[in-house]
């Protein structure tokens, strides 16, 4: 189907270990973006991409990495995941710059 | 930091009625966006205004934009009870970059049948 889709929905993990959450996207979007939905902060940028291989730093980027050695894919890594990692993730993408972003339907992740 | 800042933090109307959300930000942009996200979802985009632009419409949305006074108001006209989502701001400031979309905490919105 097209679109942009996030993998797991939900996802509880313990502190300490590594998570990686997916994102596809089929519209082959060159930007894609990472961010993070807390109470009280809004959502804030963690990392984007500006196509394959090439990726920046947000506003949170700490903790986090990310990779995008193909164009529809921009998966999260948290290398040792903390309690305050726990958030509500979405992946975003557009086709460019001044372009309206579509949002995929989240992930749910909780660190215990 | 927070660029854009939604005014009502939280709005309750009866169907039928207006709603206007107001968003005001701090450095110069090149676009403001509006979205909205129901419960437990993603946003959804709703009208992009470019900085040269004072007004913009799409169905029952009006969005204007004062660069002056650095704020932009959303207004939905004759609410329905499927407008209850949040809305967002989202700017992208000049000296950021044009993809680093700043969102605001964004206003609750609840239509009242």
């Known amino acids: 189907d097209a679109g942009i889709t996030q993998s797991p929905r939900y996802k509880i993990t313990e502190t300490g270990r590594q998570v990686t959450l997916m994102c596809h996207q089929t519209?082959?979007?060159?930007?894609m973006f990472w961010y993070r939905q807390d109470l009280g902060h809004g959502l804030r940028l963690i990392y984007y991409s500006a196509a394959a291989d090439i990726t920046d730093k947000g506003e949170v980027s700490d903790g986090y990495v990310v990779s995008r050695s193909k164009t529809e894919n921009f998966p999260l890594t948290l290398e040792s995941a903390t309690r305050s990692q726990t958030s509500v993730y979405f992946c975003?993408?557009?086709?460019?710059?001044?372009?309206?972003?579509?949002f995929g339907p989240g992930t749910r992740l909780t660190v215990t | 930091s927070q660029q854009g800042e939604e005014d009502p933090q939280a709005l309750s109307i009866q169907e039928g009625e207006n709603a206007t959300m107001n968003c005001s930000y701090k450095t110069s942009i090149n676009n403001l966006q509006w979205y909205r996200q129901n419960s437990g979802r993603g946003l959804v985009h709703l009208i992009l205004i470019r900085s040269n632009e004072r007004e913009k419409h799409s169905g029952r949305l009006r969005v204007t934009l004062d660069t002056s006074k650095k704020s932009s108001s959303l207004l939905i006209t004759a609410s329905r009870a499927a407008d209850t989502a949040s809305y967002f701001c989202a700017t992208d400031a000049i000296n950021q970059g044009a993809q680093k979309l700043v969102f605001g905490q964004g206003t609750r919105l609840t239509i009242n049948p």
């Open positions: 975003a993408s557009t086709p460019g710059l001044y372009y309206e972003q579509y």
């Open positions: 519209w082959s979007h060159s930007y």
